[in-house]
């Protein structure tokens, strides 16, 4: 069975850093591109960052840009998201995603297939 497992939250203080986490499982992440979302209560699912199939390429939402880095390593089928510089704005359920891709990258949710069950993040003083 195809799984995503997130792993890595908690709580932390603002300016703390926080290292998330993808395990896949039933499937090599080589052909897959891998999005990190995020969902605080009573907002919309928003895409933060996603990285490519081979990990060549990158996109990033604004507000995290210079204070998220995503990353794969692919011989350990995970894929990580170091979260610097930790503000209450990012408090939010983290999830990740996979989509079959030879390049392609998105920030859309719509374009993903398979997620995880989600971390919780919450940064707070």
């Known amino acids: 069975q195809l799984q995503l497992v997130e792993s890595g939250g908690g709580l932390v203080q603002p300016g703390g850093s926080l290292r998330l986490s993808c395990a896949a499982s039933?499937?090599?992440?080589?052909?897959?591109?891998i999005g990190w979302f995020r969902q605080a209560p009573g907002k919309e699912r928003e895409g933060v960052s996603c990285?490519?199939?081979?990990?060549?390429?990158?996109l990033y939402k604004d507000s995290v840009k210079g204070r998220f880095t995503i990353s794969r390593d692919n011989a350990k089928n995970t894929v990580y998201l170091q979260m610097n510089s930790l503000k209450p704005e990012d408090t939010a359920v983290y999830y990740c995603?996979?989509?079959?891709?030879?390049?392609?990258?998105?920030?859309?949710?719509?374009?993903?297939?398979?997620w995880g069950q989600g971390t919780q993040v919450t940064v707070s003083s």
């Open positions: 039933g499937f090599t992440l080589d052909y897959y591109a």
């Open positions: 990285i490519n199939n081979s990990g060549s390429s990158t």
């Open positions: 995603a996979a989509f079959r891709s030879l390049f392609s990258l998105s920030l859309r949710p719509n374009r993903y297939d398979y």
